[in-house]
């Protein structure tokens, strides 16, 4: 069964240093998220791309946070510099086509800010 | 706008045990629903889908859901828990974009 994959899995940091996150969603899946899911809470969608191009990044904290998707493939997000608050798994998932379409989740990466 | 209520952030069953896990939407339009489920660092897994299709949906597991619109609720319910349904489960509706509840974390006594 074809899964997305995320690495690295953990990720522990200094703040101010920068870190990114790279995602592989699933063949053929034209649509990529980004959520940020802080500990006790739900996943709440930081940017998504329709191949390409971004469709929604209004949550996404533009001062330091930036992703791209430059051949409508793999993903990458990144944060400089990191802050304590960006303690959090970030998760990225695909679906074929965009919401209400099923999104399927990648194992998340695991970001811990010192 | 859309938004999801999770009653209960901790329930507690016994092995063999009805689960039911409560979700209240909000939404403009007829929604779609969905139940996942997340276990410990690991990302989230699709239990089952609400798409008007049919009011009562299964999902993998042995867990079903009940949409009723008259209520505006879309409960997650097992008829006999397992120690392996031990985790995190998320309600989401999605409108343009999938929107979350803040979990309910189960667990299961042996």
């Known amino acids: 069964e074809a899964e997305v994959a995320q690495s690295p899995r953990y990720k522990i940091t200094e703040k101010s240093q920068a870190v990114a996150f790279w995602c592989d969603p699933i063949?053929?899946?034209?649509?990529l998220y980004w959520y940020r899911q802080i500990l006790g809470q739900g996943p709440e969608l930081l940017v998504q791309f329709q191949d390409e191009s971004v469709v929604d990044d209004s949550q996404l904290p533009k001062d330091r946070f930036s992703a791209e998707r430059l051949k409508g493939v793999d993903s990458t997000l990144k944060i400089q510099p990191a802050e304590l608050g960006d303690s959090a798994m970030y998760l990225c998932a695909s679906s074929l086509a965009p919401s209400p379409d099923t999104q399927y989740f990648g194992p998340g990466t695991r970001l811990t800010v010192l | 706008a859309q938004s999801v209520t999770q009653l209960g952030s901790h329930v507690s069953v016994s092995e063999g045990a009805l689960v039911l896990l409560r979700c209240n939407y909000s939404?403009?339009?007829?929604?779609?629903l969905f139940w996942y489920v997340q276990y410990p660092n690991q990302g989230l897994q699709l239990l089952l889908k609400?798409?008007?299709?049919?009011?009562l949906v299964k999902g993998i597991n042995g867990f079903e859901a009940e949409f009723k619109k008259s209520e505006t609720s879309f409960h997650l319910t097992k008829p006999s828990a397992h120690m392996s349904d031990a985790a995190e489960y998320f309600c989401a509706v999605s409108e343009n974009k999938l929107v979350f509840g803040a979990g309910t974390i189960l667990r299961v006594k042996s």
């Open positions: 939404s403009s339009v007829p929604p779609y």
């Open positions: 609400y798409t008007s299709a049919a009011t």
């Open positions: 063949s053929g899946h034209a649509t």
